[in-house]
């Protein structure tokens, strides 16, 4: 997408009307949650372990992923619960897991990972300079 699409009609009362896209506005919103989204599983799937940091877990191991960096996933728990939701000018990325905010923050044991924001800051940050756009979101913290 190239940017925002502004309609700019002179009526015949000589006055200038401007209306924003609103339907370009939220595909462009869907694409980007989407991206991140997406960007945030891959990053999962990819994510470094400690070997020598693995414990027993029920019936198998779980391998912690290093500092830092994005939660390697175990039983694909956390990756099916990321999500979005679109309102006319905005949007929401989100897990609803209970256990997303300590790897967001990190606890008194473990460092804080990688996760919603950070994938949403790289695709926004993948996007051309020129996306007017996209140097119009704002991420609120």
Same mark, same amino acid.
């Given at each position: &997408?190239?940017?925002?699409?502004?309609?700019?009609?002179?009526?015949?009362?000589?006055?200038?009307?401007?209306?924003?896209?609103?339907?370009?506005?939220?595909?462009?919103?869907?694409?980007?949650?989407?991206?991140?989204?997406?960007?945030?599983?891959?990053? &999962?799937?990819?994510?470094?372990?400690?070997?020598?940091?693995?414990?027993?877990?029920?019936?198998?191991?779980?391998?912690?992923?290093?500092?830092?960096?994005?939660?390697?996933?175990?039983?694909?728990?956390?990756?099916?619960?990321?999500?979005?939701?679109?309102?006319?000018? %905005?949007?929401?990325?989100?897990?609803?897991?209970?256990?997303?905010?300590?790897?967001?923050?990190?606890?008194?044991?473990?460092?804080?990972?990688?996760?919603?924001?950070?994938?949403? %800051?790289?695709?926004?940050?993948?996007?051309?300079?020129?996306?007017?756009?996209?140097?119009?979101?704002?991420?609120?913290?």
């Amino acid at each position: &997408m190239a940017g925002i699409v502004v309609t700019m009609a002179v009526a015949a009362d000589r006055m200038v009307r401007i209306r924003i896209d609103d339907a370009r506005i939220q595909r462009y919103l869907v694409s980007r949650l989407n991206d991140a989204r997406s960007t945030f599983i891959r990053n &999962m799937s990819l994510a470094e372990t400690n070997p020598n940091a693995g414990r027993r877990r029920g019936e198998g191991w779980h391998f912690p992923s290093i500092p830092g960096g994005y939660p390697r996933t175990d039983t694909g728990r956390l990756a099916n619960s990321v999500d979005f939701q679109i309102g006319e000018r %905005e949007g929401i990325l989100f897990s609803d897991i209970e256990y997303a905010i300590f790897l967001a923050t990190g606890t008194r044991n473990m460092a804080p990972r990688k996760m919603l924001e950070d994938a949403l %800051e790289e695709v926004m940050a993948a996007r051309p300079e020129t996306d007017m756009l996209a140097n119009a979101v704002v991420i609120d913290d």
